[in-house]
């Protein structure tokens, strides 16, 4: 008589399981890809990218670059039928580091940042280079921050802030408060104001 253990172990290998793999080429309109098995580095054909989402008429496309890991789910069991499921972050390939915080994402936080660095296509390639302009968000309990290069904008409870280079500007219940730079019309300058003398005339309004 077998065992009965050992015939489950044997048709449980014969099932396709969960597994890993690396993205060799993408096809964004289609949001498909294929992928490089691991370990065995056998390619799949075109497969869908699940990593987008939609609900309804809103949609969010994120289709996976070349070198990406990611986790391929067998649908139903059945090997020749992969669907990505996600993507996971690895020694190579790190989360990203906030602008506003100079950290990774905390729990409860949501960060999104553009400009990170396409994967290295090969395991003897690295990281590309990253863009210093890139656009990001930070959503977190304390409030939301977005920007891109040296501009930024933040929004707490009862304060939003901007800031250009060392230019910045703040709105709160107390008023708007300016800090560096100037403060301009098409036809003023803040900066270029001169008070006039008492016994001096002054020109009547424009505009």
Do not use: Y
């Not at 065992?3 to 498909?32: C, E, K, W, Y």
């Amino acid at each position: 008589m077998s065992d009965a253990r050992f015939d489950a172990a044997a048709l449980q290998g014969r099932t396709a399981h969960t597994m890993f793999g690396i993205v060799s080429a993408v096809d964004p309109v289609n949001h498909a890809v294929k992928v490089r098995i691991q370990p065995e580095d056998v390619e799949t054909g075109w497969i869908p990218d699940a990593g987008g989402v939609h609900a309804g008429d809103l949609r969010i496309a994120c289709p996976s670059s070349p070198g990406t890991h990611v986790v391929l789910l067998p649908v139903e069991g059945d090997g020749e039928h992969l669907v990505v499921t996600g993507c996971v972050f690895d020694t190579v390939v790190m989360a990203p580091v906030s602008p506003l915080t100079g950290a990774v994402a905390q729990p409860g936080e949501l960060l999104v940042k553009g400009g990170c660095g396409f994967p290295p296509v090969s395991s003897s390639g690295s990281v590309g280079t990253s863009s210093a302009g890139a656009g990001w968000l930070h959503v977190g309990p304390s409030g939301v921050a977005a920007g891109a290069g040296n501009a930024r904008i933040v929004l707490k409870d009862g304060e939003i802030s901007f800031s250009v280079g060392g230019t910045g500007m703040t709105l709160t219940s107390a008023g708007l408060t300016v800090s560096g730079g100037d403060v301009r019309t098409d036809q003023h300058s803040l900066n270029e104001h001169v008070h006039l003398l008492g016994s001096q005339k002054t020109e009547g309004p424009l505009g």
